[in-house]
């Protein structure tokens, strides 16, 4: 790639992800234009990430299009969600996006959309987010991940994580929680979403 087109593609990467991160805070679910620590899976860590090599990338072609079939139909059961509704319309000229609502919570979803605008991946989320309130180096399914946002809002039953699935395209789960368990801990949860999603795509 050029400089002009790296530089180029690292700008829309920035404000894809300010935009993705904004547009998170809001009450609605999978928004209609945009996209939005625990230790309970094995694989999970909140060690640092950013000294772990991806050395083998993930494929997620498919989820460009087609993000609802990151989880399989015994993960739904599995982190008590129902089936995936598919979003068209979101920031990325690339990537749909998916909202899996709670079955106990209709209000309460995980959101998954796979962020190909970055060049440099998951590195350019962590520079982004220098001067966040939340930025959290972590491991999910032994790939490299963040805790990242603009503000703190684990207290409200949110969770934005990023998973770096190779050196230039990142997995972003987008957890809200309302009236369910898991609220107290949203990136519990979020961990959990995500290593399914890698599980599969693993498998």
Same mark, same amino acid.
């Given at each position: 790639?050029?400089?002009?087109?790296?530089?180029?593609?690292?700008?829309?990467?920035?404000?894809?992800?300010?935009?993705?991160?904004?547009?998170?805070?809001?009450?609605?679910?999978?928004?209609?234009?945009?996209?939005?620590?625990?230790?309970?899976? +094995?694989?999970?860590?909140?060690?640092?990430?950013?000294?772990?090599?991806?050395?083998?990338?993930? *494929?997620?072609?498919?989820?460009?299009? !087609?993000?609802?079939?990151?989880?399989?139909? $015994? *993960?739904?059961?599995?982190?008590? #969600?129902?089936?995936?509704?598919? $979003?068209?319309?979101?920031?990325? !000229?690339?990537? $749909?996006?998916?909202?899996?609502?709670?079955?106990?919570?209709?209000?309460?979803?995980?959101? #998954?959309?796979?962020?190909?605008?970055?060049?440099?991946?998951?590195?350019?989320?962590?520079? #982004?987010?220098? *001067?966040?309130?939340?930025?959290?180096?972590? !491991?999910?399914?032994?790939?490299?991940?963040?805790? +990242?946002?603009?503000?703190?809002?684990?207290?409200?039953?949110?969770?934005?994580?990023?998973?770096?699935? *190779?050196?230039?395209?990142?997995?972003?789960?987008?957890?809200?929680?309302?009236?369910?368990?898991?609220?107290?801990?949203?990136?519990?949860?979020?961990?959990?979403?995500?290593?399914?999603?890698?599980? $599969? #795509?693993?498998?």
């Amino acid at each position: 790639m050029s400089t002009i087109r790296r530089q180029s593609a690292s700008v829309i990467g920035a404000v894809l992800a300010l935009v993705l991160t904004s547009c998170a805070e809001s009450e609605s679910g999978t928004p209609t234009t945009s996209l939005p620590t625990t230790d309970s899976v +094995a694989t999970s860590s909140s060690g640092s990430s950013d000294d772990i090599p991806i050395d083998e990338p993930l *494929d997620t072609t498919h989820l460009l299009e !087609q993000p609802c079939t990151a989880l399989a139909e $015994n *993960d739904l059961t599995d982190l008590n #969600l129902t089936a995936g509704e598919l $979003n068209e319309d979101t920031v990325s !000229q690339v990537s $749909n996006a998916c909202k899996w609502a709670r079955e106990d919570d209709s209000r309460s979803h995980a959101d #998954l959309m796979i962020m190909t605008e970055n060049a440099n991946g998951l590195e350019d989320i962590r520079d #982004l987010n220098q *001067d966040s309130e939340v930025l959290e180096e972590v !491991q999910i399914g032994g790939y490299p991940a963040l805790y +990242a946002s603009p503000t703190g809002r684990r207290d409200m039953g949110r969770c934005d994580l990023w998973i770096g699935v *190779d050196d230039s395209t990142v997995a972003y789960v987008y957890v809200a929680l309302h009236e369910v368990p898991d609220a107290s801990d949203p990136c519990g949860f979020s961990d959990k979403v995500g290593e399914a999603i890698i599980a $599969n #795509l693993s498998s």
